[in-house]
């Protein structure tokens, strides 16, 4: 059976859910590729500017380096 070739934009669908839920647990990706609490003060910060990643999503930072930190949601962190 031969393998078919795939565009990784024909698998997946970008999703852009911002925080309007007033969500205040507010999480981070560290260099493991993990969702851990943040650490930064979030008192007095624009909630809603903050994305939500949902049960059974995966999310990108191009902020960790030379690594590619791609990480999945597999908790209940964001309450759904």
């Not at 969702?35 to 949902?54: C, Q």
């Amino acid at each position: 059976m031969a393998l078919t070739k795939y565009k990784l934009g024909e698998l997946i669908t970008v999703c852009d859910e911002r925080n309007s839920f007033g969500l205040t647990n507010f999480y981070g990706l560290n260099i493991n590729k993990e969702f851990m609490p943040t650490v930064a003060n979030t008192e007095g910060l624009d909630e809603s500017k903050y994305k939500v990643v949902r049960n059974r999503r995966f999310v990108f930072s191009g902020y960790t380096g030379a690594i590619l930190g791609v990480a999945g949601n597999i908790g209940d962190k964001t309450g759904d």
